[in-house]
């Protein structure tokens, strides 16, 4: 009996291949880049399912192109390069991968916000030039962490972990701002208060962006909106890049309009807006909030059960479009 087969985009732990070569004909994209367009649609013919990651778009014209995909597996818990309402209307199921990447995705904002907070890359890169002679009262003066208030727009999942770390690690007071409110229960458990987004922009010290993208969420923090943040505020991005007007950050972030910002997701990336890699207060992160090998592991093995259950069983385990 002939496989199905299944065409994994990109690089993927070994372990997780060799599962998938249990079940399908696999074709492995193994580059450095994603495919474009054109190739994937290529790599695509005649595959029933994929393996795919943020980096792979998945639209109607992709669809059209290649009848035979009943399921894309995004190795991803966001899913903007998928356009769900094509998939479900040619019966493809979307997947992504929620909740295994809660906690560290959340660990890793609260890493950027400090390490922005404290300065602490200028501090380093100051030190490897050879610059440090003497102890100052002012060097690398930053801003205060606990007991500040945290401010978050978007309160999903990791929002609430970023909560959590704040209120209950660093006794920050922590605001937060989102399409729905939570219920009272989980505004209690992170110690949460919900203010409008001028609100939020106004009060907040840090202000973390952890909120999906949409064309609804397309520049959400714009010139006008970082310009309503406190000058001494700190501005984090760990959700996607085009949340941001990243050219307006970066003359927010010269003319000194706001502290600092940490940026883990940018407009267009892998680019990263030329005027954001000569700001100094600025950390730059290349999309990496998931990794750990753990949880990226944790990830592969939830997209690949996602191919495997659907495929096999006609279930998948975190479907967003489907069963
Ligand atoms: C990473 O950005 C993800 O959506 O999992």
Redesign the pocket.
């Known amino acids: 009996m002939t496989r199905p087969a299944i065409l994994v985009a990109r690089p993927i732990f070994p372990e997780v291949l060799a599962l998938l070569r249990e079940h399908f004909e696999v074709d492995h994209h193994n580059g450095e880049n994603a495919l474009p367009p054109a190739e994937l649609v290529a790599r695509l013919q005649g595959k029933v399912g994929a393996l795919t990651t ?1 980096s792979e778009r998945i639209d109607a014209a992709l669809l059209a192109a290649c009848p035979d995909l009943k399921i894309v597996a995004n190795m ?3 899913y903007n390069n998928f356009d769900v309402p094509a998939m479900t209307a040619r019966g493809v199921l979307a997947t992504n ?1 929620p909740d295994v ?1 809660t906690d560290t995705t959340a660990d890793f904002g609260f890493a950027l916000l400090m390490a922005t907070a404290r300065r602490v890359t200028e501090s380093e890169h100051f030190l490897r030039a050879g610059l440090w002679t003497q102890w100052r009262y002012d060097m690398f003066a930053g801003a205060e962490v606990h007991g500040s208030t945290l401010g978050i727009l978007g309160m999903g999942r990791i929002g609430q972990g970023i909560a959590k770390r704040g209120a209950h690690g660093f006794g920050m007071k922590v605001i937060y701002h989102n399409r729905s409110r939570l219920s009272p229960a989980l505004e209690a458990e992170c110690k949460a208060t919900y203010v409008s987004k001028a609100e939020l922009l106004a009060q907040a010290d840090h202000l973390v962006l952890v909120l999906p993208y949409s064309p609804e969420s397309h520049h959400a923090m714009g010139a006008a909106e970082i310009g309503q943040m406190k000058p001494t505020a700190t501005l984090i991005n760990i959700a996607r890049g085009g949340i941001v007007d990243d050219a307006a950050l970066a003359v927010a972030l010269r003319e000194r309009r706001i502290a600092a910002a940490g940026l883990d997701v940018y407009e267009g990336e892998p680019k990263v807006h030329p005027d954001l890699l000569t700001v100094p207060n600025v950390v730059l992160t290349p ?1 990496i ?2 990794a750990t090998v753990k949880t990226r592991l944790a990830m592969a093995r939830l997209a690949a059960d996602n191919l495997i259950g659907y495929l096999t069983q006609g279930k998948a385990l975190t479907p967003i479009n489907g069963s």
């Open positions: 943020g991803a818990v966001g991968t990447l999309h909030a998931s």
